[in-house]
C-alpha cells in the first residue's frame, strides 16, 4: 500500500534563509510526488510535481524539490524564505504502478517563517 | 474557469439533521474527489468519482455518508443522520487524469461543517 510520511509537524525557520520540509514515501510502483500548500481557509493549491526524470523539480513562488530514490524522500526547498510563505504544506504520492488514480497525502507540516 | 466551487461554504447544524454538501467541478475534468479534513486524523480521501461513476469508496466513514454525482458538473456528499463527530472541513477537488495519472488535482475552498 502507498503512504507518505511528514516527520516534522513543525518548521520554523528566519525570513531570507533556506527552508526545507521533509517527505518519504512508500509505493510499490513507479511514485508521482506532489506538494501542495495550504493558507488559512483556503483549499489546497498545487505547487509542483515529480513525474519521471531530472530529479530536481522547479515550481510555483521559488520552491523546488529533490526526488530521491534510494531514499525514497521528496523534500521541498526554498533558497530563500518570505514571510508570507508562512503555511501548511502538504506531500503527496500517487502509486503509478498499482494505485489507481487514489493520492494519499502526509498529514502536512506547518512551515512558520519569521520575520 | 471559476475553479472548483464548493456551497455552502460554512454550515452549522444539529445532531440528527441531514447535511447536503455541493460541488461544482472545473469543466472538462474526469475525476472529482471529495476530501474530510479533521486536526486529528488530517485529510482523509472518502471517495472518487470517473466520469461520474464511483470509483473507490473505501474512505466513507459509514452508511450516514452518501455520494452522488448525477453528471458532469455537480456532485453531493450527504450526511444523514449527522453527528458532533463529523465536524470537519470537507474539499471536492477535480483533475483531469484520463490518459494522464500524474496530473494534479485542484481544490475547492471548502465546506466548513459543525455538528452541535
Known amino acids: 500500500a502507498q503512504s507518505v510520511a511528514q516527520p516534522e509537524d513543525q518548521v520554523n525557520v528566519a525570513e531570507g534563509n533556506p527552508l526545507t520540509v521533509k517527505c518519504t514515501y512508500s509505493v510499490s510502483g513507479n511514485p508521482y510526488l506532489f506538494w501542495y500548500v495550504q493558507y488559512p481557509n483556503r483549499g489546497l493549491q498545487f505547487l509542483l510535481k515529480?513525474?519521471?526524470?531530472?530529479?530536481l523539480v522547479k515550481g510555483s513562488y521559488g520552491f523546488e524539490a529533490e526526488f530521491n530514490k534510494s531514499q525514497t524522500s521528496f523534500h521541498l526547498k526554498k533558497p530563500s524564505a518570505l514571510v508570507s510563505d508562512s503555511a501548511l504544506y502538504f506531500c503527496a504520492v500517487r502509486d503509478g504502478g498499482t494505485g489507481g488514480f487514489k493520492t494519499i497525502f502526509g498529514a502536512g507540516t506547518r512551515l512558520f517563517v519569521k520575520a | 474557469d471559476a475553479g472548483v466551487i464548493q456551497s455552502p461554504r460554512h454550515e452549522v447544524t444539529e445532531m440528527g439533521q441531514e447535511v447536503t454538501l455541493r460541488c461544482k467541478p472545473i469543466s472538462g475534468h474526469d475525476y472529482l474527489f471529495w476530501y474530510r479534513q479533521t486536526m486529528m486524523r488530517g485529510l482523509e480521501l472518502l471517495i472518487y468519482f470517473n466520469n461520474n461513476v464511483p470509483i473507490d469508496d473505501s474512505g466513507m466513514p459509514e452508511d450516514r455518508f452518501s455520494a452522488k454525482m448525477p453528471n458532469a458538473s455537480f456532485s453531493t456528499l450527504k450526511i444523514q443522520p449527522s453527528e458532533p463527530r463529523d465536524s470537519a472541513v470537507y474539499f471536492c477537488a477535480s483533475s483531469l487524469l484520463g490518459g494522464t495519472p500524474y496530473n494534479e488535482q485542484f481544490f475547492g475552498p471548502g465546506t466548513r461543517l459543525t455538528v452541535l
Open positions: 515529480y513525474i519521471t526524470g531530472d530529479n
